[in-house]
Nanobody, 122 residues
Framework: QQQLVESGGGLVQPGGSLRLSCTYS??????IGWFRQAPGKEREGVSC????????NYAEAAKGRFTISRDNAKNTVYLQMSSLTPEDTAVYYC?????????????????WGQGTQVTVSS
């Protein structure tokens, strides 16, 4: 059974850092993406990583501040976030797709986690 579980969310001050984890099961050779949905806004792509970790992609808002990585031995994908601002406040989701191509497009994903809340506030 395919499953993705996010963790690591919480409250952080502006300028702070946070590392999210996405632990998956039931998947083999899937690309993983991170998405987020802020209150009153549509869900948007943040970053994604290919099945072997050799390719990554970032949305403009994430470039230079977020780093995606994966440890296939642990079935876990990480999203290291730094220089956080209140605009990063959202529920963050991870999702799995068979193809890395177009991996920032949420329509390409078949499996989703339940999400983890990230709040950036002083």
């Amino acid at each position: 059974q395919q499953q993705l579980v996010e963790s690591g969310g919480g409250l952080v001050q502006p300028g702070g850092s946070l590392r999210l984890s996405c632990t998956y099961s039931g998947f083999t050779d899937y690309a993983i993406g991170w998405f987020r949905q802020a209150p009153g806004k549509e869900r948007e792509g943040v970053s994604c990583i290919s099945r072997n970790g050799g390719h990554t992609n970032y949305a403009e808002a994430a470039k230079g501040r977020f780093t995606i990585s994966r440890d296939n031995a642990k079935n876990t994908v990480y999203l290291q976030m730094s220089s956080l601002t209140p605009e990063d406040t959202a529920v963050y989701y991870c999702a799995a797709t068979i193809s890395y191509i177009g991996c920032l497009d949420q329509r390409r994903y078949d499996y989703w986690g339940q999400g983890t809340q990230v709040t950036v506030s002083s």
